[in-house]
Nanobody, 122 residues
Framework: QVQLVESGGGLVQAGGSLRLSCAAS????????MAWFRQPPGKERELVAA????????YYAASVKGRFTISRDSTKNTVYLQMSGLKPEDTAVYRC???????????????WGQGTQVTVSS
């Protein structure tokens, strides 16, 4: 069974930085894609960033482009989301997700983490 475990959330002031981590375990991974979603209170879930494990495809939502960086460490089966220039509107529960199809639909994922809270104070 695949498991995704996130860490790194917390409270930060506007303009600050945080790094989220998501460690995947449970099987041998290849040709897959991982992503970070977020859901602010009372709002719809939003795809923030995605990366194919080969590294040849990266996606960012327009709202975070230039401020967030997604990366992966294949030796640790871990994906990271480096968040800089944080704004109060970035406040949300952030969840990582994994698709076994690296080239599948961008918004379709097979496994999800439990989520980590990010709160940005003004």
């Amino acid at each position: 069974q695949v498991q995704l475990v996130e860490s790194g959330g917390g409270l930060v002031q506007a303009g600050g930085s945080l790094r989220l981590s998501c460690a995947a375990s449970g099987r041998t991974f290849s040709r897959y894609r991982m992503a970070w979603f977020r859901q602010p209170p009372g709002k719809e879930r939003e795809l923030v960033a995605a990366i194919r494990w080969t590294g040849d495809f990266i996606y960012y939502a327009a709202s975070v482009k230039g401020r967030f960086t997604i990366s992966r460490d294949s030796t640790k089966n871990t994906v990271y989301l480096q968040m800089s220039g944080l704004k109060p509107e970035d406040t949300a529960v952030y969840r990582c997700a994994l698709s076994l199809l690296g080239s599948g639909p961008l918004y379709d994922y097979d496994y999800w983490g439990q989520g980590t809270q990010v709160t940005v104070s003004s």
